[in-house]
Nanobody, 125 residues
Framework: QVQLVESGGGSVQSGGSLRLSCAAF????????MGWFRQAPGKQREGVAS????????RYVDSVKGRFTISQNNAKSTLYLQMTSLKPEDTATYYC??????????????????WGQGTQVTVSS
């Protein structure tokens, strides 16, 4: 397991941008996937974007394609989510997570076993 600490959330107007960061502490060498998830009030948590740490390939939920970009630093110790053209429906608590299982290739959030505390993103119209 690793400890994950998110930062970078805040309040912006529709059309604005934010960059979320997630610092990983501990042994990160065994991480297979890292991802960003979000949960809005009254809604289920959903996967937003994920990255396979060894090859760098990414996947996104359709609603954020072309607007959000997931990336990692060279040391694979920090995960980023660049969010542009934000919409009010992007308002949620955003969580960073790490998976140590190949099951993460399925996209299932249940493959992720280390989670951050979350950071709030609020987009006003």
């Amino acid at each position: 397991q690793v400890q994950l600490v998110e930062s970078g959330g805040g309040s912006v107007q529709s059309g604005g941008s934010l960059r979320l960061s997630c610092a990983a502490f501990g042994y990160t060498g065994s991480i297979i996937c890292m991802g960003w998830f979000r949960q809005a009030p009254g809604k289920q948590r959903e996967g937003v974007a994920s990255i396979y740490t060894d090859v760098g390939s990414t996947r996104y939920v359709d609603s954020v394609k072309g607007r959000f970009t997931i990336s990692q630093n060279n040391a694979k110790s920090t995960l980023y989510l660049q969010m542009t053209s934000l919409k009010p429906e992007d308002t949620a608590t955003y969580y960073c997570a790490a998976s140590f299982s190949n099951d993460c290739y399925s996209g299932s959030q249940f493959a992720y076993t280390s989670w951050g505390q979350g950071t709030q993103v609020t987009v006003s119209s």
